[in-house]
């Protein structure tokens, strides 16, 4: 009688990782059909195991099915990029948030110091034309 006990919880393990196994290679060819980037995190969290049992049990294929997607490139308007994984595309949105934030208060500066320059440029004109109709009253 343990025997059969034995055997019937040997046979629900393996029923157990059976369905895990199934359920990671689901959720790679999910992300590989959604064409998004294949991570530890993203497979861990499709197909509903730790990152742990991803790292115990797939790391070889995961590791090589990430390192073919970072060798690929992407075309972006018209320029090829590497693939990107979504944390490195969060980081790279916010450097160029805060790069064109940046530039955009040197643009508002430039653009006020050249109002400026404009301004004193009229000065000057006003003056040399002030200067221009006094010497031509004092020819005549």
């Known amino acids: 009688m343990s025997n059969d006990k034995f055997d019937g919880a040997k046979h629900a393990r393996e029923q157990r990782s059976l369905k895990k196994r199934r359920a990671v290679e689901e959720a790679i060819e999910s992300l590989k059909a959604a064409n ?43 320029i090829s990029v590497p693939a990107r994984t979504p944390d490195e595309s969060r980081h790279v949105e916010a450097l160029l948030r805060n790069k064109v934030a940046k530039l955009k208060k040197e643009l508002a500066s430039v653009r006020h110091e050249n109002a400026r320059l404009k301004n004193a440029l009229e000065k000057e004109r006003g003056k040399a034309e002030h200067y221009r109709q006094n010497w031509i009253n004092s020819r005549s």
């Open 36 to 78: 998004e980037t294949i991570t530890f995190m993203a497979v861990a969290k499709l197909a509903g195991v730790s990152r742990q049992y991803l790292y115990n049990n797939f790391k070889d294929a995961l590791s090589s099915i990430r390192d073919d997607d970072r060798a690929t490139k992407v075309k972006i308007d018209g």
